[in-house]
């Protein structure tokens, strides 16, 4: 039993800073229409710049339990590097074959590694062991760290908040109309620069956070980004491109299936998950809750 | 007088400005220094992989972001053979390299050209993950993230174990995998002028048009698909004695990704444009990571100046700058 849980939670766990990557994912190729494979890499930056952040406050004098404070706001303020990237590289390409889009985001890619091996340099970082200051909890035999719950419960915020935008606000009917039909809303009187410039935004904020919250139970790795961007790839591919309750879906499905995967036959742990891409990819191409045609 | 274009576009200007490259190659090794020849050699085995993605992508106009997967299946297979059941015949590998790739890539192929665009390239991918994954997990079979060691084959049935190394790689090795590149390259160019080529480009530029003119469209991409695949593994396989020792990151998605930053940086649209884009690349890669260890950040903002600036590549900015001169 207490395996069992043991878990679950971890996949839940993983499954949160998945979503939050895949849904920065889903937000850009839904309205630009971009599958942007640097959304990987602003996670990678979020983690290292939660580390720097952290270290630095924790050094300054602040108590160790508030630096989840701190951690969140560099993760929302990292996310202003958004609008340069759109403005100064994606913009070029919206009119484009999508072929030229992912070689650019490819490119953003290769340039974001190396500025972090640049700035960190190669070795692992860590922020020591700082998120054990919440303790542990013990639930039916397991032990469960509060700080992956608090993740969890702000990933799930977020989530939630999305929703709400989306469905209860005006940008989120833009969102929504700019995704459906994008020639009819700008002949209706909606500004596309800004609408561009604002969604791009919002999915390199879920990336920076998503990379940030994970961090302080984790170590940081230069190619982080890289291997994290095929899994978020698999997430999307599951739940659908471009639909928000398919990240939801599809992150659950990927965390809890990789560490089911990882705890029983770790030799296998990610070629199930190809294989379930592929055979979702193979049955229903627009995934479980994609509405797209192919 | 004949204007310099006119003389450019003559067949006997082409063939000489081939015949000049092609002895310029062969004699490359006599003056120039063996680590540039052993850098040509592994151009090479690049260059007989990008003209066959390059049937995929600049003529069919489907983007694999997994093509570095056949490679690896042709730089495994002659790991396999020469370290694990000591076949040391090149033309063995070869062989045993196409057959093999191309049951893969007719598998492969026959799920993913069911589908183009982004859907086509995310499930290229996904394939070249899963051989990654595999390669990287059943190491009691691959050697995990060692990789597995390539013995020195046997070129047309001569056993060349006594040449020191490099002199063998930029020697005899140099020349054998030259003339195989020559072959392909000849080989590929008669496929893409070939009927079935022009229905490729047909398909590439509207494949309702094509399908209604007769043309099976998903079978034709299925026959390309595999083409690339079998070229792709020849490379692979050409490549592996060159390294030493192959690895999983040769499938890994990035691998994908160089193969496609070659044929961009030299020109998809032109037959010669991934050669160009090969040599270039690896001659450049070279000097770059003799200057700075962050090589990445200079070629990622190489790569995003061509997508923005210049989709055609070098050979797409040459064209441009011909036509240019003659007004």
Not at chain 1, 197 to 208: E, S
Request: hydrophobic share 55%.
């Amino acid at each position: 039993m207490e395996t069992i849980l043991n878990i679950l939670f971890s996949g839940v766990f993983n499954a949160s800073t998945l979503f939050l990557v895949a849904a920065g994912l889903q937000v850009v190729f839904g309205v630009q229409k971009v599958f942007n494979l640097a959304c990987g890499s602003f996670y990678a930056l979020g983690a290292y710049v939660g580390i720097t952040v952290v270290k630095g406050v924790v050094a300054g004098g602040l108590p160790t339990p508030l630096f989840i404070v701190p951690l969140i706001a560099a993760g929302l303020l990292l996310g202003l590097i958004g609008p340069i990237f759109e403005r100064g590289l994606i913009k070029f390409v919206y009119d484009r074959d999508e072929t030229f889009q992912l070689l650019l985001t490819f490119a953003i890619v290769m340039m974001i590694e190396d500025v972090i091996k640049f700035v960190w340099g190669t070795s692992p970082q860590t922020m020591g062991g700082i998120d054990l200051v919440y303790g542990q909890l013990t639930v039916l035999g397991a032990t469960i760290p509060v700080y992956n719950l608090i993740v969890i419960v702000c990933s799930l915020v977020i989530a939630g908040l999305i929703g709400y935008i989306l469905f209860n606000t005006r940008f989120g009917k833009i969102i929504r109309a700019t995704a459906d039909k994008r020639e009819m809303s700008e002949a209706l009187g909606i500004h596309m620069t800004w609408v561009y410039v604002k969604v791009f935004t919002l999915g390199t904020i879920l990336g920076t956070l998503g990379g940030a919250l994970v961090i302080p139970a984790g170590a940081a790795v230069s190619e982080m980004g890289v291997e994290l961007i095929v899994l978020a790839f698999a997430v999307v591919v599951i739940g659908g491109l471009g639909s928000m309750k398919g990240a939801f879906v599809g992150a659950l499905a990927v965390g809890v299936l990789k560490s089911i995967a990882i705890s029983t036959f770790p030799e296998l742990e990610m070629l199930t998950i190809y294989i379930i891409v592929i055979v979702v990819l193979v049955i229903k191409p627009q995934g479980l809750f994609g509405g797209g045609r192919v | 007088m004949r204007t310099w274009r006119e003389i450019t576009s003559l067949r006997k200007f082409r063939i000489l400005v081939l015949a000049v490259a092609g002895f310029f190659l062969l004699g490359l090794p006599f003056w120039a220094s063996q680590f540039v020849s052993y850098l040509m050699l592994t151009f090479f085995a690049y260059a007989i992989t990008v003209i066959g993605f390059n049937l995929l992508f600049g003529y069919t106009g489907l983007l694999s972001f997994g093509h570095a997967l056949f490679m690896a299946v042709g730089a495994y297979t002659a790991a396999f053979l020469t370290s694990k059941f000591s076949v040391l015949y090149m033309e063995i590998i070869l062989v045993a390299a196409v057959i093999v790739s191309s049951i893969l890539a007719a598998v492969i192929g026959a799920i993913c050209v069911r589908y183009i665009k982004i859907y086509f390239a995310m499930l290229t991918l996904a394939f070249g993950m899963l051989f990654y994954t595999f390669l990287l997990k059943f190491y009691y079979l691959t050697g995990g993230d060692e990789g597995m060691r390539v013995l020195r084959p046997y070129l047309l049935g001569f056993n060349l174990s006594d040449i020191p190394k490099m002199q063998f790689l930029t020697g005899s090795y140099y020349l054998y995998t030259l003339v195989v590149l020559a072959i392909l390259a000849f080989l590929m160019w008669k496929i893409v002028s070939s009927p079935f080529g022009l229905c490729l480009r047909a398909i590439r530029d509207n494949p309702e048009k094509a399908e209604y003119l007769g043309v099976s469209v998903r079978k034709y991409r299925w026959y390309a698909f595999v083409i690339s695949g079998a070229y792709a593994a020849i490379g692979g396989a050409l490549l592996a004695p060159a390294i030493g020792q192959v690895d999983p990151g040769l499938t890994y998605w990035t691998h994908s990704g160089t193969l496609v930053f070659m044929t961009l940086l030299g020109g998809f649209e032109n037959f010669f444009g991934p050669l160009i884009g090969g040599v270039v690349y690896i001659f450049l890669q070279d000097k770059v990571m003799s200057l700075t260890a962050y090589w990445r950040f200079i070629f990622g903002g190489i790569l995003a100046f061509i997508v923005v600036v210049a989709p055609g590549g070098i050979a797409g900015v040459i064209s441009s700058l011909a036509k240019r001169s003659k007004c």
